[in-house]
């Protein structure tokens, strides 16, 4: 197994610099997997962004209490973890969700207007990924960092209460023991383990072996699926896109609650909202590659007519299973595009 390190190895500290430059050359190494540890909390780029600055303000505020007794990093990992707590429990919904969580496949085409109102899942930008090194021969988390950042797993680690949510990122995530677990969100040992066992069983419930834990990937297939999946929109070529696809497919749309499974449910889909670019031919679709949740991306751009220039409409993360794409997630969010590094408009 392989547990994240800070960007740069710290040596021990028992007394952290009391001026603002000195704190902040201590802790700013740490900012990247303090962001994606609150990623994993929360489902979501933005809220992260937010809480990794309250970490911080919350630790120089409270710098003088800082003892020594445990690791720098731990210290903010636990400042990081009842701050995502807080904000969980200020909200009326303590999940992100996707549209497979609160409606069944769609059999009609879209109607009515997004669900802005929804808090959707948000995708996470490879470019904010810690680099990952092996700390221990033997550490003691249950999870392979790559898996713990795939799209799949932070929607089932979303169906958890927070507190099973903080147990599980914790102990299996970061391979912290039951007791420091139990000192950080003040419990027991054993109400700690108890939460863990419940977690866990969610977790094996909702995560299939194909999506966590026992993948063989083959990158230079998937790499090409990608490739070929951006060049059938670009080339709008409905029938080549829907052969990459596997037979029992899903594409979701967030914010839309409708959904649909089933390759020729997809193809239905498809035909029907893009018709007019299908039969016209025209280049009105440009992908650019990027990754998200340590998973193939692409930004797509869209060109309407009487337009010269292509501008920022959506994301498109790629779940692979044996030989095709099986889960399509489309994030139509032109504001995601920043996080990216991708631009708001391409020339034509």
Known sequence: MKTLSADRPAAP??????????????????????????????????DSEDLVQE??????????????RTSVKNWLYRIATNACLNALARRAKARRLLPEDISRPATRMLKGSPSTEIPWLEPYPDSEMPEVVDTSPSPSGRYEVRDTVRLA?????????????AVLLLRDVLGWSANETSKTLHTSVAST???????????????????????????????????RYAQAWEDGDLDRLVELLTKDATLSMPPWRQW????????SFLGWAFDWVWHRRRRTFRFVATRANGQHAFGEYIRRRGEKRFHAHALHLLTFKKRGIHLLTVFIDAGLFPKFGLRETLNA
């Open 13 to 46: 500290i028992s007394e952290l610099p009391r001026d603002n430059e000195g704190f902040q050359r201590v802790a700013e190494p740490y900012r990247r997997e303090l962001l994606l540890h609150c990623y994993r909390f929360m489902g979501s780029i933005h």
């Open 55 to 68: 970490t911080f303000l919350r630790a120089w505020r409270g710098v003088g209490k800082f003892e020594g």
């Open 153 to 165: 797993f932070i929607a089932a680690t979303q169906r958890l209460p927070p507190r099973q949510r």
């Open 193 to 227: 383990n108890s939460a863990l066992q419940r977690a866990r069983g969610t977790l094996e419930r909702r995560l299939s072996a194909e999506e966590i834990g026992k993948q063989d990937p083959l990158p230079s297939r998937e790499q090409s699926l990608a490739d």
């Open 260 to 267: 649909y499974q089933g390759r020729s449910q997809i193809a």
